[in-house]
Nanobody
Framework: QAQLIESGGGLVQDGGSLRLSCADS????????MAWFRQAPGKEREFVAA????????IYADSVKGRFTISRDKGRGTVYLQINSLKAEDTAVYYC????????????????WGQGTQVTVSS
């Protein structure tokens, strides 16, 4: 089972940027679809973005299109989420997830979850 470790979260001002990283300390992620979900206070956990194993196909939630970019470095076994033009509504815990199959946006399809990293946007 993958052991996913997120990093890069923090406190940032409205309009700022962050890059989240996710590394696997256990089994290689090279053949897995990787994704990010997030959960804001008092809300359901929601899909953000996903990238396939080869890195040539991605999907995004409508709410983040044009501002968020998911990418992966297979050599480093790391997945990234570049977040630009941050808004207060982006405040959430961001989770890195993995699945041994194709691109999906539903939470139930992902078998491996990290502990999450907090992103807080101040206005």
């Amino acid at each position: 089972q993958a052991q996913l470790i997120e990093s890069g979260g923090g406190l940032v001002q409205d309009g700022g940027s962050l890059r989240l990283s996710c590394a696997d300390s256990g089994r290689t992620l090279s053949i897995y679809t990787m994704a990010w979900f997030r959960q804001a206070p008092g809300k359901e956990r929601e899909f953000v973005a996903a990238i396939n194993w080869s890195g040539d196909s991605t999907i995004y939630a409508d709410s983040v299109k044009g501002r968020f970019t998911i990418s992966r470095d297979k050599g480093r076994g790391t997945v990234y989420l570049q977040i630009n033009s941050l808004k207060a509504e982006d405040t959430a815990v961001y989770y890195c997830v993995a699945r041994p199959g194709g691109l999906r946006s539903d939470r139930a399809s992902y078998t491996d979850w990290g502990q999450g990293t907090q992103v807080t946007v101040s206005s």
